[in-house]
């Protein structure tokens, strides 16, 4: 065996393997008697092609593959499905912005196909790198499978979703009050918005009366909306202005009339003035209320946020400008009564990054209410089960809302919607009306459903064909130029990428999936719209669990986003430490905090090229180190042909061991059954790390028989199995090299717990035996005494040390060790406490007591004075400002070493003054 493990050759060696041995196909796909199997399959959460993959997409990568290569091994028929979302908005806003970057144009002076192309080379670049960031990670994915949700069998899938939901009545189009992004020009969804708090002001103003005999006051936060008001409304019982209700007021510089209304639920009398401008078309909450009292919805907003024709000497204004002009406006007319200043939420876009507007736009939406309860069902009798549990109240809470979902997009890159507007040509239809002519050409046809939208216009919906603009003799066809909203797509993924609406082998064979590993924030954007539509479509749920990952945040607590451009390549993680030991990090910082931060510093390699490494990563080398160089240790010793017998194994560090080695198992097992992830890498660690090399291997150096190379044989075959699903690169290597004429471990059974090997009693006293002999080993550092010199130990504990006496011993280079419940510590002497009571160590003769506190005391000084010097620099607020994150975070660890050497040698210097 090589003395180092070089990651990047054998990584290269065995993607290269199971490639050619096609490893990641499922069973099925050679051998159909595998079809009666039971299957695990997982489709890949498709990650947006707008840019390279973060960290936070290979921990979200890392728990699927570990899921399916554990079900791989327990002989499962597995699938797990690759493929890359289109991200509508957000690719199209990325590459406008290049656009406008590099060439100082808009989408407008390419036009719709040109820029759609120009989408679609950005997608192929992506996707390739996307693709080799996964593989490169270890990703077992069946690559011929891999999918795109603008790809021919997604797009067909989606045309046949539309259309049935159409025909069913469950879309429409309608003029409603939409989030508008003033930048990008098309509706974003409530999920797609974040929110600022920003320093703004109240402008309370004289609305006055249209017969002028006075004013009511009304405070707003949005003076350029007072162009778009229809009413005022004030509370019934509120004495102020109960006088005014039902007469009408003059709209300042438009000098429109509009009533005064009775409203309890818009308005708080206690707040402000009392009275509450109504603006229909641009605030969601008057929005309602002009839904109530059936106002009209007056649009004053073009589709940049200027303001349009309605708003009179104003038009053409915009944002800050038209606010500005509106207030120089009241406060000319003697209308302004006072300013006070105001802080606000406001709502931007999480593509654009510009403010939102609320505006009355003619869109596309899905009726809800029945789809919603039906999801809700799902989680609620528990067919769709949530880890942890707590965010199925996310998933119930949003669907709970039951709002209709707004599926139209302004945009040109994604699914067209495939409608198309109908326009009566007078001179060729004659006298027919249009409904008369859509039935003279559709009544027979199933793939066609027509209907009267609100607006009074007809539509037509084609579930297959794209109709031509002459289609039909006297009317003309117009494709509605809106595309679907992402979301509606990535809402068929689980059976769009096995090929519905065809009733293919692979719906048979995989569906419904088995397991959805995603992130919290797209819980309603994605999970909740998965489960309707699987339901509607297939009458079944899309998946029988939702594992639910952490998120991973940066070294500033922020979280890692392509968006905000923090997130760190996967790929220099894989460079600097390798693709396992990447993998067992993110394993291991699957906790319940469901939040892990990762800070990282820049690191100049020699080929000149930067990488983002983290200390973090350290862990994960450091075990693939310790288990490499222990298979080098035991390599001479392996014995690969035999069967273990476990009644050769009769000393009872033996039996311990195997004890261990199965308790392990059934913890493993246990763990992946709770999805619990970091309870997995845990325990393996601690049993390879500290059970196998440091005590086992340890008690065994010297004297490694024919036994005992079995019985380490077995279990490092045995760990090389259960490490496999977090660390596949360097278990598959070590298992070509130590057994040769096994399987490979990829497609190995995994193993199964020996209950009559797991003796609870044994497992008990070696960890008190491992405890005395770590407390020894604390005392010889708390007082730097040599692990060579001999020294002697008294426990006073009630437990039963006689079998392991001389285990101890040797373990702790101990010159004599006494035990008994009544034993008294002796004169001089260091303590430390134990399982069971406590440990004493005789220090006369080994130590000078003067000069080992005198030693004490100047350490203790020097800790303090350097903890010191840290502290003031971290309370420098310039230095905290402007230092980077690595920096901080290497200063913190500083201190905490020092404040570490103070709390140790201050408790080893009150024993000494005590003794």
Known sequence: METRYNHREIESKWLKNWDEQKNFKPASDANPAAKKQEHFSIVIPPPNVTGALHLG??????????????????????????????????????????????????????????????????????????????????????????????????????RYAFFNLFKKGLIYRG????????????????????????????????????????????????PETILGDTAVAVHSEDERYKKFIGKTLLVPFVNREIPVIADAILVDMEFGTGSVKVTPAHDPNDYATGL????????????????????????????????????????????????????????????????????????????MDKLAERAMQAVENGEVKFTPARYAKNYLNWLGEKRDWCISRQLWWGHQIPIWHVEKLRVESGGLRVEEILKGCFLDRSDIHFYKAESGDWLVCSLEMDLKENEIEGLKLTRDPDVLDTWFSSALWPHSTMGWPGETEDLKDFYPTSVLVTARDIISLWVARMVIFSQENLGKIPFDNVYINPTILDGLGRRMSKSLGNGVDPLDIIEKYGADALRFVMCSMCTENQEARLPVKKEKLEDGREINVSEKFEIGR????????????????????????????????????LSRLNTVV?????????????????????????DLCSRYLEIK????????????????????????????????????????????????????????????????????????????????????????????????????????????????????????????????????VIPGGELFIPLEGILDKEKEIARLKKEIEKAENFAVNIEKKLSNENFVKNAPAAVIDGEQQKLATQKDIVEKSKAALEELCLT
Not at 117 to 134: G, M, S
Not at 193 to 220: C, M, N, Q, R
Not at 628 to 656: G, T, Y
């Open 57 to 158: 997409h290979a921990l979200n990568n890392t728990i699927q593959d570990i899921l399916i290569r554990y079900n791989r091994k327990l002989g499962k028929n597995t699938l797990w499905i690759p493929g890359t979302d289109h991200a509508g908005i957000a690719t199209q806003a990325v590459v406008e912005k290049r656009l406008l970057q590099d060439e100082k144009k808009t989408r407008h002076d390419l036009g719709r196909e040109e820029l759609v192309k120009r989408i679609w080379k950005w997608k192929d670049e992506y996707e390739a790198r996307i693709t080799n960031q996964l593989k490169l990670l270890g990703s077992s994915c069946d690559w011929d499978r891999q999918r795109f949700t603008l790809d021919s069998i997604c797009a067909k899938a989606v």
């Open 175 to 222: 003029k409603r009050l939409v989030n508008w992004d003033t930048h990008l020009h098309t509706a974003v969804a409530d999920d797609e918005i974040y929110h600022e708090t920003v320093k703004g002001h109240f402008w309370t103003f004289k609305y006055p009366l249209a017969d002028g005999s006075g004013y009511i006051p009304v405070a707003t936060t949005r």
């Open 292 to 367: 109530r009292h059936k106002l009209p919805m007056l649009n004053i907003l073009n589709e940049d946020g200027s303001l349009n024709e309605n708003a009179g000497e104003f038009k053409g204004l915009k944002g800050e400008k038209a606010r500005t002009a509106v207030v120089e406006g009241l406060e000319k007319a003697g209308l302004l009564l006072k300013v006070e200043d105001h802080e606000m939420q406001i709502g931007k876009s999480d593509r654009s990054k510009t403010i939102i507007e609320p505006y009355l736009s003619d869109q596309w939406f899905v009726k």
């Open 622 to 657: 450091n075990f693939g180190n310790k288990l490499w160089n222990a298979a080098r240790f035991l390599q001479p010793h392996i014995v690969e042909s035999e069967e273990l017998r476990v009644e050769s194994c009769a000393k009872l560090e033996d039996k311990w061991i």
């Open 666 to 690: 059934r913890q493993i097992q246990n763990a992946f059954e709770n999805y619990r992830f970091s309870e997995y890498a845990a325990i393996i660690y601690h049993f390879v790390w500290d």
């Open 701 to 832: 150096k010297g004297d490694i028989s024919k036994e005992s190379s079995s019985l380490l044989s077995h279990s490092l075959y045995t760990v090389l199995d259960l490490l496999h699903p977090i660390m596949p690169f360097i278990t598959e290597e070590l298992n070509s090299i130590l057994f040769p004429n096994s399987q490979r471990v990829i497609l190995r059974q995994w193993p199964k717990a020996n209950e009559k090997l797991i003796n609870a009693e044994i497992e008990k006293q070696f960890e008190d035996v491992f405890a005395i002999v770590e407390a020894v080993r604390s005392v010889r550092g708390r007082y730097s005494i040599a692990p060579a010199q001999k020294i002697a130990a008294v426990a006073r504990t009630s437990e039963k040390l006689e079998n392991c006496k001389n285990m101890i011993m040797d373990l702790s280079g101990l010159s004599s060790f006494e035990f008994g419940v009544d034993l008294k510590k002796p004169a001089f002497s260091a303590s430390v």
